[in-house]
Structures are given as structure tokens and as C-alpha cells.
């Protein structure tokens, strides 16, 4: 028995439906006989899903050798008409479709991935320069609430989003880097959550490097300070948000 397992056996089967009677022909090699293997064909593939597997049972029809399996996996199919009256699509052989199934060089594939780049981007992509309409927009969201997959049910990091909580800091002079930061979520996440808000798009507020010159720094320095003390931000916080000493903003605040 224990050699027998290390036998290799080649066999042509026939897998039969036993409600519809629709058989399927198919080459395999095992050591074991009894595997259950019975094809891998689409069609019976989907046919066993409809009616069930256990309404299909497989029966050798000869066993061959390794170099004439394709052979006899041709004459069976033909022999018993089984891609007419059966689940085959081919007449059997090398490959599903009875061609000699042919593998791509390093090089050929290669020439291929070359040829595939920038075949669908800029101009040639149907999309390009265009964007969905808010009604094509509402009915995604629509289409997606439906199906139980809206933003927040699909992304863990959607659940505890606090909207109130981004509308209020959004107004404040954080930049996305720094709200993203906050809210521990990437710019990306933060750049969709603003879009799904519909909130009003804002300049983009640059923050002065030290040691800066600029003429206008005096003014916008002093602007975002007295709109984050407004906002209930500490002093300290303040402070360590423009990289600078308590006692600076607390001179800017007096003035």
C-alpha cells in the first residue's frame, strides 16, 4: 500500500450530472484515486453551484499515460459528443480552448508592460478633464447607502467621524497638514470628508519661516494669533504652533 501512494496515475474521467444527465470530460493526475476532483470546467463549475455538488459523480473511463493524455481526452469528448450534449467548450488538449497553452518570456512581457503604459492616461482616457456632476455624485452615495456601503460603513475610521468637530477646526487657521495631524487621519481622508461636507474650498495659508523678512509677516502673524486665541486655543498652544516664545504672543495679543 505504501508504494502504491507514491504512484502517479493519469485517467480520463467523466463527471456526470444526475439531475440533468449532462456529462463533462476531463483529463487528471493524482496519487490518489479517490481525491474527488471532479473538473474545473466554467460551465460545470457553475453548474455545480446551481444544483450542488454532491449531484454530480465522476467515473474513469481509462486510464492513459502522461504522453497521451491530450490524445484521449480529445477522442472521449468526441466520442461522446460532450460539448454538445455536455458541459466541455473545447475539444480538449492543451489548454481550455484546444490550443497549446504558450508562456511569455521575460522579455515579451517586458515589450508588453511597455506597450501597455500611458495607453489609458491623459488624452486617452475617456474620463480626461472631465468630473462627475453633483447629481451623478448624489446618486453614487445613493447607490451606495442602498447597498449598505457608504463612506462611513465602509472605512473603520469613518465610524467616530466627528463632523461638527472639522467644520469648527476647518474655520479656524490650521492648515490640512496640521488638521490632518489633529484628526489622525491622512490628507487624503481629510480632502474627501471636506467634499463629503460640501465645505467651501480656502486659500492656502502659508506659515512664515523663522528668521523671515517679509513685510507682511508682522500683519498675518498677528491675525492668525488673535483667530486661534479666539478660538479657544491656549497661549502655550499658540506658542508652540508658530515655533516662538510664550512671551512673543503674549505681546501680540496686548497689541
Avoid at 131 to 144: D, G
Avoid at 154 to 178: C, G, M
Avoid at 226 to 235: H, K, L, R
Wanted: charged fraction near 30%.
Amino acid at each position: 500500500m505504501s508504494n502504491q501512494k507514491n504512484i502517479k496515475f493519469f485517467f480520463i474521467y467523466k463527471t456526470t450530472n444526475i439531475i440533468t444527465k449532462k456529462i463533462y470530460i476531463g483529463k487528471h493526475e493524482t496519487y490518489d484515486l479517490n481525491d474527488g476532483y471532479l473538473g474545473s470546467g466554467k460551465v460545470l463549475i457553475s453548474s455545480m453551484k446551481k444544483h450542488g455538488r454532491v449531484n454530480f459523480v465522476r467515473e474513469i473511463l481509462e486510464f492513459v499515460t502522461q504522453s497521451n493524455v491530450f490524445e484521449k481526452e480529445i477522442f472521449w469528448i468526441s466520442k461522446l459528443n460532450a460539448i454538445k450534449e455536455g458541459y466541455n467548450l473545447s475539444k480538449g488538449g492543451r489548454g481550455g480552448n484546444g490550443r497549446e497553452i504558450e508562456f511569455w518570456t521575460k522579455e515579451q512581457r517586458l515589450n508588453a508592460s511597455i506597450k501597455m503604459k500611458g495607453r489609458f492616461a491623459g488624452n486617452n482616457n475617456h474620463f480626461f478633464g472631465k468630473k462627475h456632476t453633483k447629481e451623478t455624485k448624489n446618486k453614487i452615495l445613493k447607490t451606495f447607502k442602498e447597498n449598505g456601503k457608504t463612506k462611513k460603513e465602509k472605512h473603520p475610521r469613518w465610524v467616530n467621524f466627528d463632523e461638527e468637530k472639522l467644520i469648527q477646526l476647518y474655520e479656524s487657521a490650521l492648515t490640512k497638514e496640521e488638521l490632518a495631524n489633529m484628526l489622525n487621519i491622512t490628507l487624503g481622508t481629510l480632502d474627501r470628508r471636506i467634499d463629503y461636507l460640501g465645505l467651501p474650498k480656502r486659500k492656502k495659508i502659508m506659515r512664515p519661516q523663522q528668521g523671515s523678512k517679509n513685510r507682511n509677516y508682522k500683519i498675518l502673524d498677528n491675525e492668525l494669533i488673535t483667530e486661534m486665541y479666539d478660538a479657544g486655543n491656549s497661549i502655550k498652544t499658540i506658542a508652540l504652533f508658530f515655533k516662538c516664545s510664550i512671551n512673543i504672543i503674549r505681546n501680540r495679543l496686548r497689541k
